[in-house]
Each structure stands twice: as C-alpha cells, then as structure tokens.
C-alpha cells in the first residue's frame, strides 16, 4: 500500500612525508572510492545539518513516516521490475595536495541484469596508472560486491538503517518534493547522515547531500558527497555522483562520476 497525499495548507610507495609525518596518500583515496560506491547503492533502488523538527513553509501532505513507507515500497517494485538496462560512465578523479597532484579518467560501458550481475567493458582510460589500476578497477569491484544480499541490506535506506525527520516540502508543480533529515542508527562504515530529497509523485529519491556517518581514516579531514537521479522510463537511475574529501594535512581528493546512454533493455510492468 502507498499512502496517497491529502489536501494540504501551504611510509612505503603508498606513502609520502609532510614535515615529518609520513600521509599515506593512497589509502586516503582509495577510502574516498569505496564511500561513493556505498552510497551510490544505498537508495538506486531503494556538510548536512543535525536534524531539527520544525514547520515547514507549507504543510505537507504526508508525515515523514508515510513517505518513508512509500520510498520503501516503490523502490521494492522498481528494483523487481526492473530486469536489464545498460548505459556508460565517465569516471574522473584529480588529487591536489602533497606530493604533487593526480589524476585519472575512465570511461565504461555496464550492462546490468536482475538480480545481481552487472558487466563492465573499459572503452578508454587515461592519467594516473595507480588511480586507474587501483582505484577505479576497485570501485567497479565494488559495485559488483554491493549487490549482494547481505550488502545491499546493510547500506539500504530504510528504517532498519536510518531515522528520517522531514525538514520541508516544496510544492513543485507536478513534482513535489519532501526534504528528509536522514540520521544512521550506528555508525557504520558506509553510513552517511545528511539530507534526502524525495520525489512526491513518485516516491523516489532524486538527490542525496551527505557526510560518512563515521569518519573512515584519521587522514581524511571531511567529505562531501552528492548524489543526483534521473527517471529513465518507470526508474529512477544515477545520473551524477560527486565527493571532495579534505585530506587532513592539506589537498583534497575529488571524485566524479556522470551516467549517460542510459537503455532500459529489459523490464516487467511497474505495479504501484
């Protein structure tokens, strides 16, 4: 069941030295690539303020709860119905800081098939040979390791992982949408808290700002990170994913992602 809306009122070579202090700066990268594949799963199918109950402008139809429910239960028929599609990525990650800056860039075509398989195939890649090696070929393992049961539960946005408040609602003609505060009930590793925005018609999220709920390496300072949606036909697929980490000691690390030439290859009627 989906609630419906009511009448509403308005020191090695993975390593370098900084006066003294040896940074591993590999590491430090490689923690930025795993928090994005982490979230980018965490609400595909399924610095942010602490949470604070007041009135929105305008009141919302449905309590924080009832979208809650909803997002839940779309996101369940969305990634039942959705068999096949395939598209390309454009990965791009620059590190400026100690000792010098780097960079990378990959494109790859996916192709993905219910429930739990996706190929990818590089089409081109150049820059750095340890970004491009170890790094990206680990976010697409990543991607691969995240569907899985057990993962994919563990990161899922859903009340079992998050206490959601709504923050506001923004009455966009023919596309609602409700701001969530999204808290973790622990902090795990790949758990973020932030904000969640959610689309009123379709009970689906379209955009995600947020911090790791737990801060995964001293050399890390802080992260960003931006999630985007765009809707492909009955689903609502990545269309841009964006984290700047700030490295403790100076530099930060920025990882991009852009999805295009999305094709829905395969797919069942959508039930609501």
Same mark, same amino acid.
């Given at each position: 069941?989906v ?36 979230w ?5 199918f399924?610095?942010a ?12 139809? =449905?309590?924080?709860e %009832?979208?809650?429910? $909803? ?5 369940s028929a !969305?990634? /039942? *119905? ?6 390309t ?9 100690f000792p ?10 996916v ?10 195939t ?9 970004v491009?090696?170890?790094l ?7 991607e ?34 409700y ?10 590793t790949? =758990?973020?808290?932030? %904000?969640?925005?959610? $689309? ?6 379209? !955009?995600? /700002? *947020?911090?790791?709920a ?9 992260t ?12 609502w ?21 852009e ?11 959508l039930?609501?």
């Amino acid at each position: 069941m989906v609630w419906a809306p009511r009448a509403y009122e308005r020191r090695s070579s993975n390593c370098r030295s900084h006066s003294g202090v040896t940074i591993p700066v590999k590491p430090i990268l490689g923690w930025c690539v795993l928090l994005v594949f982490a979230w980018f799963h965490s609400a595909q199918f399924a610095s942010a303020p602490e949470p604070r109950s007041f009135s929105p402008p305008l009141v919302a139809p =449905l309590t924080a709860e %009832q979208v809650v429910h $909803n997002l839940i239960e779309m996101n369940s028929a !969305r990634a /039942k *119905a959705l068999l096949a599609y395939e598209g390309t990525r454009t990965y791009r990650l620059v590190y400026r800081g100690f000792p010098r800056r780097s960079s990378a860039e990959m494109v790859v075509k996916v192709r993905y098939r219910s429930p739990a398989t996706k190929e990818f195939t590089i089409v081109s890649q150049n820059g750095s040979r340890w970004v491009i090696d170890k790094l990206f070929s680990r976010l697409l393992a990543g991607e691969k390791e995240a569907l899985t049961p057990e993962n994919a539960r563990r990161t899922a946005l859903d009340r079992e992982n998050y206490k959601f408040i709504l923050q506001n609602y923004e009455d966009n003609p023919g596309d609602p949408l409700y701001i969530l505060s999204v808290q973790p009930r622990s902090n795990a590793t790949f =758990l973020y808290r932030g %904000q969640i925005w959610v $689309n009123g018609t379709h009970f689906a999220v379209v !955009r995600i /700002k *947020a911090e790791p709920a737990k801060n995964p390496s001293f050399w890390i300072k802080h992260t960003d990170i931006e999630h985007v949606y765009i809707k492909i036909g009955d689903f609502w697929l990545p269309s841009y994913d964006h984290s700047v980490s700030q490295i403790r000691l100076g530099g930060n690390a920025d990882l991009t992602i852009e999805y295009n030439d999305y094709k829905i290859t395969d797919a069942t009627p959508l039930k609501r």
